[in-house]
């Protein structure tokens, strides 16, 4: 049974077809690529499975359940959780308290439990800030747990971008271009620290990227977007050396 | 890494005890100068006022500075606790005779009323942003004002009558007792409201938004504030929070009126006191103060007030300094070479105090 199952999924912009008979199967635990030139629709794609836009036909099946058209919320809560293209942060937050917004639907209380301080705010205040410092600590940023995020120098801020996502306990990750603005060093640290959240979260990843190192090392499977439609869909190394993909995005 | 959790708890309480220091402070100079008979006539009449625009700029730091939305309406939902609150207590006044039950009952009723009319202008209002929220919400205010107007209120031994014509069309009994008088304003309330409540009220105010902000429900408004597409993304409900805070930040502005009703015999509802120059002038008291700084908001409130009251004798120099005033507080507050100065200042008196500590271990 597939994590994701997308079928013919399709929006149009007035006349623009963004997204054209889009579908794509991820199984449990994959580590997914979706690539493609600039204005494939790769964003697009993303966009559509979060619900930002709700689309013109099609189905998103999530883990055996339908989640076409659903709100944002409703779906991050179902468990599909992302970063964007331009890091997203709360800026005048502090790294851990970013986190601790990632936490939200996961560690409750009443509203007034927080503004009376009951015993059950520093209960569950103290869980959240145990939790988050755990994950921080997965992508080694609990040294900086008191800074603004918006100190962060780049790269840490696209990996706190991955640990709020993470926060908010999906079964299925979207990665918008975790490794944009990143010098080879990064990228490198960035694939295992990929690797790892999915083998130690048991994560069903999706990433979009342009880095063909990234891409290569470690997805096992990817879609090749163009002009909004499917190019080519496959095993890596297949996708890669397919002459169409060659022509269209990789350059020969 | 226990050390550095304890590091961040104090030097947040630390905050916490500044803010509410500051104020017990503050109250405790007054009172003395009081019993000892140090303070003139004017300086007293002003300290329930100053108290009451305290607690209006902190209310508008949650919309303005935590929610990061911009009201230009918050004189409007004081205006409803004022009225609120006085019509309870002049109704009631013969049935409950303790006065502090009396009040206290007033500013419950005030900041209900307030808190469910923010609720309701918050559900329409709140889907938009920036300039356009802040018109919409100052023509909101002049409708609350203009409505407030109108109202023609009285009382006799046959219950409440209401009109929006005139006293006369009440068609009530000798003796009767006029509570609202449409443009004149509503007269009659007990004065309830004194120093000590006002501070304790301030307080509580500050008690909220402070706790409100450290906790769950506060870091997900300024989650909003700082990015609404990715707030939505960890799933956090965008209207809910919004319209909490907001509607929060409204009961909290009705409270304050019901305090500043029940300082007054006659309080009208005019441009200036609750129209949208007051709104404004609030906005004034949270932008000197610091956007999203609550201790800030409070103390430009005070020196604000305080300026152009103290300087009356001055006549008509008197908006002059009180413009320099703005000029200068602003420029303090955030022109880089005043930050570098503060700071410079604070490492010296950090390096003098460590200093006399070792001199203490020699």
């Known amino acids: 049974m597939a994590m994701l199952e997308v079928t013919n999924l399709s929006i149009s912009f007035g006349g623009l077809r963004a997204v054209d008979d ?77 986190v601790m917004v990632g936490l939200h639907n996961e560690i409750t209380y009443p509203t007034i439990a927080g503004i009376l301080k009951l015993p059950s705010y520093r209960r569950a205040e103290k869980e959240m800030r145990e939790k988050s410092i755990e994950l921080l600590k997965v992508f080694d940023l609990d040294q900086e747990a008191d800074t ?11 990996k706190l971008e991955i640990a709020r996502a993470l926060a908010t306990n999906p079964k299925l990750l979207l990665l918008d271009e975790p490794a944009a603005g990143m010098n080879p060093n990064e990228t490198l640290e960035l694939m295992n620290t990929i690797q790892f959240v999915r083998d130690q979260f048991k994560m069903t990843i999706l990433l979009i990227e342009h880095d063909m190192k990234l891409v290569s090392g470690i997805c096992s499977k990817l879609t090749v977007l163009n002009f909004g439609q499917v190019l080519c869909q496959g095993d890596t190394e297949e996708v890669l050396n397919n002459p169409e993909v060659v022509k269209a995005y990789l350059g020969e | 890494m226990e050390d550095a959790k304890k590091k961040k708890m104090t030097a947040y309480t630390k905050q916490m005890i500044i803010t509410y220091g500051m104020v017990i402070a503050v109250y405790i100079i007054c009172e003395i100068c009081m019993h000892t008979g140090h303070m003139s006539n004017q300086m007293k009449g002003l300290l329930v ?22 009201s230009l309406g918050h004189a409007g939902f004081s205006c409803i606790g004022v009225f609120v609150g006085a019509v309870f207590s002049i109704c009631m006044k ?121 906790s769950r429900d506060g870091r997900a408004i300024m989650a909003i504030r700082d990015n609404l597409i990715a707030a939505e993304s960890v799933g956090i409900n965008i209207t809910k929070y919004k319209l909490m805070a907001f509607s929060i930040s409204a009961a909290l502005a009705g409270a304050a009126g019901v305090l500043y009703a029940h300082n007054f015999s006659i309080v009208k509802a005019t441009t200036n006191n609750f129209g949208y120059n007051m709104s404004i ?17 409070i103390i430009a409130a005070v020196i604000l007030t305080l300026v152009p009251e103290l300087l009356r004798g001055l006549q008509q120099y008197r908006l002059l300094i009180y413009s320099v005033v703005l000029i200068g507080m602003m420029l303090l507050n955030w022109s880089p070479k005043a930050i570098e100065w503060k700071e410079g200042i604070v490492t010296k008196l950090k390096r003098g105090r460590n200093k006399q500590v070792e001199k203490q271990a020699d």
Request: contains cysteine; neutral net charge; hydrophobic residues 50%.
């Open chain 1, 148 to 158: 603004l995020a918006s100190n962060l120098p780049y790269g840490k801020q696209r």
């Open chain 2, 49 to 70: 006022p100053l108290c009451y625009y305290a607690i209006m700029a902190v209310s508008l730091n949650l919309t303005v500075g935590i929610l990061g939305e911009l």
């Open chain 2, 94 to 214: 013969d049935v409950i005779t303790v006065s502090y039950l009396r009040f206290f009952l007033a500013i419950l009723l005030g900041a209900l009323a307030a808190g469910v009319i923010g609720f309701l202008i918050g559900i329409p209002v709140l889907r938009l942003r920036g300039d356009y929220l802040a018109i919409v919400t100052l023509a909101f205010c002049e409708i609350i004002k203009n409505v407030v107007n109108i109202i023609y209120l009285g009382k006799d031994s046959n219950g409440l009558h209401f009109s929006t014509k005139d006293m006369m069309s009440l068609g009530m009994e000798e003796g009767a007792v006029e509570i609202v008088k449409g443009p004149q304003g509503i007269s009659g309330m007990p004065s309830d409201a004194n120093f000590t409540i006002g501070i304790l009220l301030l307080l509580i105010t500050l008690f909220v938004v402070l706790n409100l902000i450290h």
């Open chain 2, 281 to 297: 002038m609030i906005l004034v008291f949270v932008v000197l103060g610091g956007i999203g700084n609550i201790r800030g908001s």
């Open chain 1, 22 to 98: 889009f579908n794509v199967s991820i199984e449990e635990g994959a580590l997914y690529g979706l690539i493609g030139p600039n204005g494939a629709g790769k964003t697009t794609v993303f966009n559509l499975l979060t619900g930002v836009y709700k689309p013109s036909e099609g189905h998103i099946i999530l883990d055996g359940k339908d989640i076409t058209g659903k709100k944002t919320i409703e779906i991050n809560k179902e468990g599909i959780a992302r970063t964007f293209q331009n890091i997203r942060l709360f800026k005048e937050l502090t790294v851990q308290e970013n």
